[in-house]
Structures are given as structure tokens and as C-alpha cells.
């Protein structure tokens, strides 16, 4: 997952070298590549909960029957982006968050193609999670690896135009993260065959069955939510911060770009442990699920206390390699020393989080989330705002983080009495 975060660094970093313009248009279509990624994701650990869990309980047909279902309702979703986009969903999605031609320009044509060529994004997630629930995290660590050095090789080959290539701009960088993510998706899928025996391929376990997709969806569905409920906010902060001007909106990108080296390590080990915990819940071995909730937030607590030394001591440092205007260090170094300060809160609430999905309470992270990014943030933001100056809204972040701890610990508490 370093390696993932990396290659999200260094992608916008070689966009960035085009112009900002082009940097605030891959900005503005990120809400829409993080929902589909939420249908992906959120589908995959619905896949990931029923198959760990029916190990658990040696109900052998049924882990196969999800693992089948699953790849078939994640490939419908892709199709579904894909006549989307046919249809002028990109285009008509950037423009309701910017009037000016040359980003309106950028950021379409970066997300007419992700979303054309989605399957491979969807692919490669749901045949990750496969793995994942089968406790083959090492074939996982592979396949994203080597998706994200493929793509942070093609980047500068096709933005720029390098050894015979034509330059295609902001288009190169997102044919260079569909070769990463459709290279990686084979690979999974050459694991999953040679490398992972718990799941029995046949032409059989992709014939959708009622039962087995209701089971996916009702853990899948609230986990879908909560990472679409992610391209809500970021649609709505571009939304606030582009009446300051199109660079705060490039800073808030980037933020994001740079946060995930450190949030994407955590919500990696969120869905190792996840398994880990439905397993032994099938299995009611208390013991051992205590044992890794407590390895999970104590690693996912320090990883993001790191984080938060590293955004306080060199923001500007962080800032440069996106080849910051003044405008932009002025405006991105606060915004980074204010926001980091929610970090370790965040990674306690995300690792304290994984027990409410393995034990089928998708609902109480749903509500967390719904709570943080919608119910406070948004308006906590827009109410700093007001004051007219850009600074301000940062702090929204650290006060919508303290909320989501308070109702995280309510919930923990809630499910502990139940179980």
C-alpha cells in the first residue's frame, strides 16, 4: 500500500509539471474516480466478509459463491461507468465545479478515460480482495506494487512523450494508470488461480444467485456508502474553496495526493485485519480477535502520528514537488500543518473501525462516516468560510475528526456489550 500511495504522489506530481490548470483538473474529477472506486471497494469487502466468514464456518460453496458473484457484480458496475461516460457524464460532471475552459478541458478528458476503462480498476480490486480473504496478503502486496511501478514508469512516458511516444498530457496520465491497474488485475488473477486453493473456479460460482448477492450488498452496500460519502465532501470542499480561487482547490488536491502515503498503509491494514476478525468471529475465538484489534490500532495509531511530524516539519518541501506557485506554498503550508493535526485520531477511528465491518455492523461506520464527512465537516467548513478567509477552513478537518472518535467510541462500546 506504500507503493500505491506513492504511485497517487507521483502521478499528480508529472501533472503538476504541465501546468496548474491541469493539476486542479485531475482535482476536480477525483470525486468521481473515488465513487467508483467506492462501488469497487465497497463491493469487495461484502466479498471479503461473507468468504472469510464462511471459511470460518467451513461452508465451502457458499466462499465460492461469493468469490464468483463478486467478480460478476464488480465487472456489471464497470460496464455501467463505462455507457456513463458514453453518455457525457464526465463532461457534465467537471463542469458543475468550474467554469474556466482550460480546466474544464483537463479535467474531462483525464476522466472520459478512467471511467471508459474502468474494468481494470474494478478487476484488479475485487480479485485483490479475493486474496485478502484468504489470508494471501503477500500475492496482494505484489499485484499493487507492481500496478503502481508500471504506472509511475508510463506516467512521464506518455504526459510527456518519451522514447517514441506521442506527448498526450493529462490523457497519458490516465492511460498510464489503466495500464498499472489492468496489468495488476491479471496478475491477481493468475494468483487466484495458481496461488489460491481455498476458492474453487468453475463456470458455476458466476451464475448470480439471490442469496449470495444480498449477503455481499448488506455488508457492501454501507461500505460503499462510506467511501462514496468521500466524494460527496470532496466535491462539496471544491465546491467552498473554489470561491476563494482555483489554487486553494489545487491545494486541497494535493493534500489529498500527499495524505494517502500515509492514510493508504492503514486502510491497508484495515482490510487485512478485517478477515482476520470475520474469521474468528465464525470461529468465536475471542482471544485472537482481541489480539489483532489491538496489534491494528496501535501500528495504524503510529503510522499516522508519523504522518502528522512529517506534514508540521516540511510542508513546503511536500508542496514543491508539485511545482507550488507562491500563491500555492501561501495557501498549502497552513492548510497542511492545520489539517495533519487529525491524523492519529483518524487512524484510531479507522482501525477501531475494521471489528464494526467484520462483524456485519457495516451501519455504525456508516453513520461514523456520514458524521465526519457530511454532517460536520461540510458545514463545519462552510461556516468557516464565512469569515472570508481560506486558512480558516482547514481547521474544519481537525473538528470533524474529534466528533467521529466520540461516536467510534460510543459504537465500540455498544458492540462489545452485544458479542
Not at 135 to 144: A, K, L, P
Not at 290 to 299: G, I, K, P, S, Y
Not at 332 to 348: N, W
Not at 351 to 378: D, P, T
Request: hydrophobic letters at 55%; proline letters at 3%.
Amino acid at each position: 500500500m506504500l507503493v500505491q500511495a506513492l504511485y497517487n504522489i507521483v502521478d499528480s506530481v508529472f501533472v503538476a509539471q504541465l501546468s496548474e490548470e491541469a493539476l486542479t483538473g485531475v482535482t476536480l474529477a477525483f470525486p468521481m474516480q473515488n465513487f467508483m472506486f467506492a462501488v469497487a471497494g465497497g463491493t469487495g469487502v461484502g466479498i471479503n466478509a461473507m468468504l472469510s466468514k464462511s471459511l470460518g464456518e467451513r461452508e465451502y460453496d457458499k466462499a465460492d459463491s461469493a468469490a464468483g458473484n463478486g467478480i460478476v457484480l464488480c465487472m456489471l458496475a464497470a460496464f455501467a461507468f463505462m455507457a456513463a461516460s458514453f453518455m457525457g457524464a464526465a463532461r457534465g460532471f467537471i463542469g458543475t465545479q468550474t467554469g474556466d475552459p482550460v480546466i474544464m478541458r483537463e479535467g474531462t478528458t483525464y476522466l472520459s478515460i478512467v471511467m471508459v476503462l474502468s474494468i481494470g480498476m474494478s478487476a484488479q480490486v475485487t480479485l485483490e480482495r479475493l486474496l485478502q480473504s484468504t489470508g494471501r496478503t503477500f500475492y496482494t502486496m505484489i499485484t499493487q506494487a507492481l500496478g503502481a511501478i508500471i504506472n509511475i514508469i508510463m506516467d512521464p512516458i506518455m504526459i510527456f512523450g518519451l522514447f517514441g511516444f506521442p506527448a498526450m498530457g493529462v490523457a497519458g496520465a490516465a492511460y498510464a494508470t489503466i495500464i498499472g491497474q489492468s496489468i495488476a488485475a491479471t496478475l491477481a488473477l493468475i494468483f487466484n488461480i495458481t496461488k489460491n486453493p481455498d476458492i474453487h473456479f468453475s463456470w458455476k460460482i458466476f451464475i448470480l444467485k439471490a442469496d449470495t448477492v444480498k449477503r455481499i450488498y448488506y455488508v457492501g452496500v454501507p461500505s460503499i456508502l462510506m467511501i462514496a460519502i468521500g466524494s460527496i465532501m470532496t466535491y462539496m470542499m471544491n465546491k467552498i474553496l473554489s470561491v476563494f480561487s482555483s489554487t486553494a482547490v489545487a491545494v486541497f488536491g494535493v493534500y489529498f495526493k500527499l495524505q494517502s502515503f500515509f492514510f493508504m498503509p492503514v486502510f491497508g491494514l484495515n482490510n487485512g485485519v478485517i478477515p482476520v476478525l470475520a474469521f474468528n468471529y465464525g470461529a468465536k475465538n475471542r482471544e485472537r480477535i482481541n489480539e489483532a484489534l489491538r496489534f491494528a490500532v496501535t501500528l495504524a495509531f503510529s503510522i499516522m502520528c508519523l504522518g502528522t511530524v512529517v506534514f508540521e516539519l516540511i510542508p513546503g518541501t511536500l508542496l514543491g514537488l508539485f511545482k507550488a506557485t507562491g500563491d500555492m506554498m501561501s495557501i498549502g503550508i497552513t492548510a497542511l500543518r492545520i489539517i495533519a493535526i487529525h491524523f492519529p485520531l483518524a487512524g484510531l477511528c479507522i482501525a477501531m473501525g475494521s471489528i464494526f465491518q467484520a462483524f456485519s455492523r457495516s451501519i455504525y461506520s456508516l453513520v461514523i462516516s456520514l458524521g465526519r464527512q457530511l454532517f460536520v465537516l461540510i458545514p463545519a467548513a462552510y461556516i468557516l468560510s464565512l469569515a472570508g478567509n481560506v486558512n480558516v477552513v482547514w481547521w474544519a478537518f481537525p473538528i470533524a475528526e474529534a466528533v467521529s472518535l466520540a461516536l467510534t467510541l460510543t459504537f465500540f462500546r455498544k458492540l462489545h456489550k452485544e458479542v
